[in-house]
């Protein structure tokens, strides 16, 4: 039984997390050895993408105190930034309380988009193709017969009439795509590209673009969380004012795209961390959800927050979420690989549904800063780590100049270069 709760994990050296780690996720260490691991080899990169010369690290760290649909999950996260892991933590923490995440991810369904130019009469090429759908279907499902025996494949065909365009009118046709475990763009593109003679003999004329879009709509996961109102005070906050501050500063985003753009921003930090450390594509990610967040015509929140009968802090959260467990880097990369099974993943949907309590556990922990004590008050200690180390401090001289920053409040390099030469004159 996985146990996400691992008391003062953020105290112990990094060797005895690892131990930790281990035990808390009833695995044995050659399937976490990809997370403990530096990643990947320069061999294993050099067959990954071109003109390799070496490897670029991200920290990997690991969310803890994660209950989504009353399963402890242990959630790795790569991310430069400091705060992400221990917000999206803490978060999880208050969130367990409730009950923890409940979520939900739909069937794995992808849009592969075909731009057809050069039809003298748009209405009777787009019922030319409507006339000849199942035929095509069948085409498209012959593609992949492993895919047709898990049960995926085209499941429709829709065709789009776009009259005003720089170029003058012309057809969208959409391919609607059940891609199973995989993110889905080499299945969806190859059908596309399958398709694409056969549209050109029905309506005369030319396939131009065949590409997936990453406005994965069809792909919406959703997560909501309830925050009992006890768990919500501390120092010198009520709790019923940091409730209110929180939604307070979610209808700031609500409203206005300018701060909606930095809100689910801060939702992206925690599930790019988690695409990332498994190996699945974050650009695509990142575009779907932003899309999505404009999809009434103005750009907004992705997430929403508001107060139940009780009081209690309640959120919900849904973007697109089109990621998979098969194929691509999550099976070439170490620690994409050991990421999946340190969380027990068994479907993309499952993996779906962390992502997405994990962008809702960031997005709290962010409007939980705004609403309090500010945001640079949390990300200030852990600044400080980083502005010494590169000021040159080692080992012990880390946090001891970090604290001294913290203190000053001025964490910046040049004044961590001043205090380390007043260390060295004083010796």
Not at 134 to 162: M, N, Q, S, T, Y
Not at 206 to 235: M, Q, W, Y
Not at 387 to 403: D, K, M, N, P, W
């Amino acid at each position: 039984m996985v146990n996400s709760r691992i008391s003062g994990f953020y105290n112990l050296p990094v060797e005895e997390r690892q131990q930790k780690l281990t035990a808390a996720a009833g695995l044995d260490e050659a399937a976490l050895a990809g997370l403990y691991a530096a990643g990947l080899t320069l061999a294993q990169a050099d067959h990954m993408i071109e003109n390799v010369v070496g490897i670029h690290g991200l920290p990997l760290g690991v969310a803890l105190n994660f209950q989504i649909n009353g399963r402890d999950v242990l959630v790795p996260m790569a991310v430069e930034e400091p705060s992400v892991v221990a917000g999206a933590s803490f978060m999880a923490k208050l969130a367990r309380a409730g009950g923890g995440f409940r979520t939900v991810a739909p069937e794995p369904v992808m849009i592969g988009q075909m731009q057809l130019l050069d039809v003298a009469d748009p209405e009777a090429a787009r019922a030319a193709v409507l006339a000849a759908k199942a035929e095509l279907l069948a085409e498209a499902g012959e593609i992949d017969p492993i895919l047709k025996k898990l049960g995926g494949g085209p499941l429709d065909l829709e065709v789009r009439i776009l009259p005003d365009t720089p170029i003058g009118p012309f057809l969208a046709l959409h391919l609607i795509y059940d891609v199973r475990d995989a993110m889905g763009a080499n299945a969806v593109n190859t059908a596309c590209e399958r398709l694409a003679p056969r549209i050109e003999n029905l309506t005369g004329g030319r396939v131009h673009l065949r590409i997936l879009s990453n406005l994965a709509d069809r792909r919406v996961a959703k997560a909501e969380c309830t925050i009992p109102l006890s768990e919500l005070a501390f120092g010198d906050f009520t709790a019923e004012s940091v409730r209110d501050g929180i939604i307070e500063a979610w209808a700031f985003a609500a409203a206005d795209p300018y701060r909606a753009a930095t809100h689910n921003k801060g939702i992206m930090n925690g599930i790019d961390a988690v695409v990332i450390a498994t190996g699945n594509d974050w650009r695509a990610v990142e575009a779907g959800a932003h899309a999505y967040a404009a999809r009434a015509g103005r750009y907004t929140s992705l997430s929403t927050w508001g107060k139940d009968a009780a009081g209690n802090l309640v959120g919900s959260l849904e973007l697109p979420m089109a990621v998979g467990i098969v194929g691509g880097a999550t099976k070439v990369h170490p620690s994409a690989k050991a990421g999946l099974a340190l969380m027990g993943i068994q479907t993309a949907g499952e993996l779906a549904e962390i992502i997405t309590a994990v962008g809702l556990a960031q997005n709290l922990a962010a409007l939980r800063a705004l609403a309090t004590e500010g945001i640079q008050r949390g990300h200030m200690g852990l600044h400080a780590r980083q502005v010494a180390a590169a000021a040159g401090a080692v080992g012990e001289q880390i946090e001891r100049l970090a604290e001294q920053l913290v203190r000053e409040k001025t964490i910046r390099v040049d004044r961590a270069e001043e205090i380390m030469k007043e260390w060295r004159a004083n010796d």
